[in-house]
């Protein structure tokens, strides 16, 4: 168990630029979910996969963020056209999924920042 | 709609005096209640989650929180505080998700600050 890794750790873009983040969870773990957090604030809730399909996305996911967990192991988050209010901490956290409740463990997370 | 809210922004205690944050929640039904604890340049840990079993739940590193319905609270103690308690320690609930998963909704967090 190497625990729940994320690429890059920091990103640093001109706005307008596109970035891509990619998250691995646990192995064996079939749930995954983004969160985004910003200075002061506590983690906010962004989408969520249960294997591959992406079951919900919080109204914080413009248009212009997509995610996908292509084969139900490794996710990416893109995000198109960066503005300055993308700059941001983005975790993954990754959970069993043997129960509504199990635990949730979350990766260092990727620094954004939009120049 | 589930929320929790942690009543200190900054909580300051010496080392090996006891440790205690706050945190009320809202909730329709029963809740499941975690500790989220975030040292600098780290990810979040948990240290300890209710979810309607003992409401008294003991944690890692020492910590422990009581779920009391009739306060609608869950605060986070610890008997002694060491030096390596300094973090951000984040009051969370868990909404159930389609396809079973749950959402967890964040407090806005407690920096503990402990001194010699």
């Known amino acids: 168990d190497t625990g729940v890794s994320q690429d890059p750790r920091h990103k640093i873009t001109k706005r307008g630029q596109n970035v891509t983040f990619r998250c691995d969870p646990i192995s064996e773990h079939n749930r995954l979910y983004w969160y985004r957090q910003t200075l002061g604030q506590g983690p906010e809730f962004l989408t969520y996969f249960q294997n591959e399909a992406q079951l919900e996305k919080s109204r914080l996911l413009s248009d212009r963020f997509s995610a996908e967990r292509p084969k139900g192991s490794f996710s990416t988050l893109e995000i198109q056209r960066t503005e300055q209010g993308d700059s941001a901490m983005y975790l993954c956290?990754?959970?069993?999924?043997?129960?509504?409740?199990?635990?949730?463990?979350f990766g260092p997370g990727t620094r954004l920042t939009v120049l | 709609a589930q929320s929790v809210t942690q009543l200190d922004s900054h909580v300051s205690v010496s080392e090996g005096t006891p440790v205690l944050l706050r945190c009320n929640y809202s909730?329709?039904?029963?809740?499941?209640l975690f500790w989220y604890v975030q040292h600098p340049n780290k990810g979040l840990q948990l240290l300890l989650k209710y979810t309607s079993a003992a409401t008294l739940v003991k944690g890692i590193n020492g910590f422990e929180a009581e779920f009391k319905k009739s306060e609608t609270s869950f605060h986070l103690t610890k008997p002694s505080a060491h030096m390596s308690d300094a973090a951000e320690y984040f009051c969370v609930v868990s909404v159930r998700l389609t396809g079973g998963g749950n959402k967890l909704t964040f407090g806005t967090g407690t920096q503990l600050k402990v001194e010699l």
């Open positions: 956290a990754s959970s069993l999924g043997a129960s509504s409740a199990d635990t949730q463990y």
């Open positions: 909730s329709s039904y029963s809740p499941s």
